[in-house]
């Protein structure tokens, strides 16, 4: 059972447009929440993240915005580049106390293609 | 700036044989993680360590074992490879604490087949 799920496997963009890539989430325990990101050949990096106590965090091109009674989040990338063009993950983890391991549960990826 | 290393980047194996998949960190994190990466699974945690000389198993354990003797180093091993362990492996490791623990840092991946 996916706790974490990516509906949408690809996204295409045009170049400077908006790219909307959407996660939803069943633990209603999860309290945090991230996106990364992966080229093809690399690691996965970290993106951006939102605690539950908001419902938005902003850093440059990219806003992460949190609708926790819909159980949903989405990253929002303005304006799209071709150097977007990545894997998106979204994970989510849950703290279970101060200090200690809290497992991450990815979503199964979006493939953001942007062209010129 | 190293970061995460692992190696080696690319193996074949046969079922039945043993291999380590060794990785490496330079930014003394104490957590360090062993994940596989499927096509429509996202990735999913084999075992992780809090701390040097610790280990758990995560979400997939079966047929994998790991070993922390040291904090900087994380070895993931296959005793008996089999097709179905065909992935790609990435190491990770974190600092602790909420909203840190959870932002990894990821070697390049190793890119395993069993035939």
């Known amino acids: 059972d996916q706790q974490v799920k990516q509906n949408s496997p690809s996204l295409s963009v045009q170049e400077g447009r908006i790219s909307i890539l959407n996660c939803d989430y069943t633990n209603s325990m999860f309290d945090y929440f991230l996106w990364y990101k992966k080229y093809p050949a690399e690691g996965p990096t970290f993106l951006i993240s939102?605690?539950?106590?908001?419902d938005k965090n902003e850093d440059g091109r990219f806003t992460v915005f949190l609708n926790k009674s819909a159980k949903h989040l989405s990253l929002h990338i303005v304006p799209s580049q071709p150097g977007d063009s990545a894997v998106y993950f979204c994970?989510?983890?849950?703290?279970?106390?101060?200090?200690?391991?809290?497992?991450?549960?990815f979503g199964a990826g979006t493939r953001l293609a942007v062209h010129p | 700036n190293a970061g995460v290393t692992q190696t080696p980047k690319f193996r074949v194996l046969k079922t039945g044989q043993s291999m380590t998949l060794l990785c490496a960190q330079d930014?003394?994190?104490?957590?360090m993680y062993w994940y596989r990466q499927d096509p429509g699974m996202g990735l999913r945690l084999i075992h992780y360590s809090v701390g040097e000389g610790t280990t758990a198993k995560g979400e997939v354990p079966d047929g994998y074992n790991v070993s922390r003797l040291k904090k900087q180093n994380f070895l993931l091993g296959l005793e008996s490879a089999a097709p179905s362990q065909t992935s790609v492996y990435f190491c990770?490791?974190?600092?602790?604490?909420?909203?840190?623990?959870?932002?990894?840092?990821f070697g390049s991946g190793t890119q395993l087949s069993v035939l």
């Open positions: 990770a490791s974190s600092r602790p604490g909420q909203g840190t623990n959870e932002k990894l840092f």
């Open positions: 994970a989510a983890s849950q703290s279970l106390f101060s200090g200690g391991y809290n497992k991450l549960i």
């Open positions: 939102i605690s539950s106590i908001k």
């Open positions: 930014m003394n994190h104490e957590y």
